[in-house]
């Protein structure tokens, strides 16, 4: 595994572990009656994680473009399995940060901002409710990317141990050419 497959890696289990942190949530928001200690705890954790010091930002967007800059370092040999593999985790990761651009900060943002006057309560629970799916879609899009490096990885490995194979016979078929002709 190189320094390229590390970043990836690590960027994409760094923000695993942040959404199955927001999962305890969402699953209660997605797949449970709405009640009012729900929608209570939803606005309460996402007001937090929305209210976070800015480093704590700006390390979650860093780490974020350590990803981004370590799949298009792989894609850049052009291999078959850079074509392949890591072409399809990029465009993965690229809909991820898509959906956490386009769906995830305007619904957090009216979940703990909400505009007075403009946003109800009914358009916070449904900006929670689309934030909770938002993030739900964002962890089978970083589950697929690491299936995708791990199949990778795997292909690397399989290719390795039959290429040492067909080397180790054609060894064995030289010699055996050599001595049928040496006779």
Known sequence: MGFR???VLTAVSFFLGVLFICLNVDYRILFTPLTDSVTRDGFEFYTTFYNAPPAIKALLHAVMGVGLLGLMGKLHKWDDSAMFFDGSSLAAYIF???VYLTVGIPALRTVADPIPDVDTRADRVEALRILSAGNTIMIVLLGAILALQAGEEYARRLGAKELSKFSTQQKVDG???AQKWQQ
Do not use: F, L, M
């Open 5 to 7: 497959q590390a970043a």
């Open 96 to 98: 991820s940060i898509a």
């Open 175 to 177: 010699k055996e050419a």
